[in-house]
C-alpha cells in the first residue's frame, strides 16, 4: 500500500496562489490531484506521469495549474495560480498504475487537505 503525505494547503486571498505537495513512500506510474467541495462529487484536477514526465490538467483549472516533482523525495507538486473562490475544495492526491481521471482507478490516497479561497 502506497502512503501519501499531502502538505501546503490553506487560507488564500482570489487571485492568489497555492502550492500543493504529495510524498509517496512508493512510487507508481500515476500521482493525479482530486478535490472535493462540499455537497459536490470528487474531481479530477490533475495527474503526472513519472515514466513519461508528462502533466495533464482538467478544464476547470487548465492555464493555471502547473506540475512539477522532486525525484529525490518521490514528490509531486501541484502549482494552482489566479485561484478562484470555487476551487474551494478539500484536495487529495492519489497514486494509481494508469492514467485516468477517475477516482475509482486509484486506491492509494493521501488525507486530504483543504482549500480555502477568499473573495
Known amino acids: 500500500q502506497v502512503q501519501l503525505v499531502e502538505s501546503g494547503g490553506g487560507l488564500v486571498q482570489a487571485g492568489g496562489s497555492l502550492r500543493l505537495s504529495c510524498a509517496a513512500s512508493?512510487?507508481?506510474?500515476?500521482m493525479a490531484w482530486f478535490r472535493q467541495a462540499p455537497g459536490k462529487e470528487r474531481e479530477f484536477v490533475a495527474s503526472?506521469?513519472?515514466?513519461?514526465?508528462?502533466?495533464y490538467c482538467a478544464s476547470s483549472v487548465k492555464g493555471r495549474c502547473t506540475i512539477s516533482k522532486d525525484n529525490s523525495k518521490d514528490t509531486v507538486y501541484l502549482q494552482i495560480n489566479s485561484l478562484e473562490p470555487e476551487d474551494t475544495a478539500v484536495y487529495y492526491c492519489?497514486?494509481?498504475?494508469?492514467?485516468?481521471?477517475?477516482?475509482?482507478?486509484?486506491?492509494?490516497w493521501g488525507q486530504g487537505i483543504q482549500v480555502t479561497v477568499s473573495s
Open positions: 512508493i512510487r507508481t506510474f500515476i
Open positions: 492519489a497514486a494509481g498504475w494508469r492514467t485516468s481521471t477517475f477516482a475509482r482507478d486509484f486506491r492509494s
Open positions: 503526472f506521469d513519472w515514466n513519461t514526465d508528462s502533466t
